[in-house]
């Protein structure tokens, strides 16, 4: 199947900063809403940030919100992440999402449709 293709993360000092970046394959190529997803061993995975294919909506959870920031050129495929200040509760395998779904794309994604995945990255963040 098709996969998002993923690059960044790492490892760093909390308070430090990291980025990640997603792409999604030409063979996916539609008006995707993109974003991050994390998890934890032994943890199901949750949302972490997300935004709508022309860049006009994005959702942070509550644990990022004023320290990472999404970003994306309207109408491309592209995602990236930049995390700041983080803290050691931030380690974790960050996976990169799509879904489809045109205008309802953003809400199929708040729902955990989830029609592309990445293969995972590792972050992780020492105290």
């Known amino acids: 199947g098709v996969q998002l293709e993923e690059s960044g993360g790492g490892s760093v000092e909390a308070g430090g900063s990291l980025r990640l970046s997603c792409t999604a394959p030409r063979s996916a190529y539609v008006a995707l809403t993109m974003g991050w997803f994390r998890q934890e061993p032994d943890q199901s995975r949750t949302p972490v940030a997300y935004i709508t294919w022309s860049a006009d909506r994005t959702y942070y959870s509550e644990s990022v919100k004023g320290r990472f920031t999404l970003s994306r050129t309207s109408g491309q495929n592209t995602v990236d992440l930049q995390m700041d200040s983080l803290k050691p509760e931030d380690t974790a395998t960050y996976y990169c999402?799509?879904?489809?779904?045109?205008?309802?794309?953003?809400?199929?994604?708040?729902?955990?449709?989830?029609?592309?995945w990445g293969q995972g990255i590792q972050v992780t963040v020492s105290s």
């Open positions: 999402a799509g879904s489809q779904g045109g205008a309802g794309s953003f809400a199929r994604m708040s729902q955990g449709r989830i029609d592309y």
